[in-house]
Nanobody, 114 residues
Framework: VQLQASGGGLVQAGGSLRLSCAASGVISNINTMGWYRQAPGKLRELVAAITTGGSTNYADSVKGRFTISRDNAKNTVYLQMNSLKPEDTAVYYC?????????WGKGTLVTVSS
């Protein structure tokens, strides 16, 4: 399984960004896809996750600002990030869980300036 993420960049506080992550390779129809992030000097943390059926889970720090969605036909997950804050600055990683295994994409940097 390969995961290709895109959409990171530099944005001012209060702005928006949309991350995308497309999965390819050997794909299971039953899976969970999510976004994690890791800020400098901090542990990697879950931002949001979504199951094949559309159930979602968010970190408290992003609830009401971020929205995760997916297109199962395209094996793609999205993260719409609104009202961005400087503390959202991190490398964001796409993750896919299927067949009891976790797959990770290369990170994409999101930088929010104050």
């Amino acid at each position: 399984v390969q995961l290709q993420a895109s959409g990171g960049g530099l944005v001012q506080a209060g702005g928006s960004l949309r991350l995308s992550c497309a999965a390819s390779g050997v794909i299971s129809n039953i899976n969970t896809m999510g976004w994690y992030r890791q800020a400098p000097g901090k542990l990697r943390e879950l931002v949001a996750a979504i199951t094949t059926g559309g159930s979602t889970n968010y970190a408290d720090s992003v609830k009401g600002r971020f929205t995760i969605s997916r297109d199962n036909a395209k094996n793609t997950v999205y993260l719409q990030m609104n009202s961005l804050k400087p503390e959202d600055t991190a490398v964001y990683y796409c993750q896919r869980h299927q067949w009891g295994m976790d797959y990770w994409g290369k990170g994409t940097l999101v930088t929010v300036s104050s």
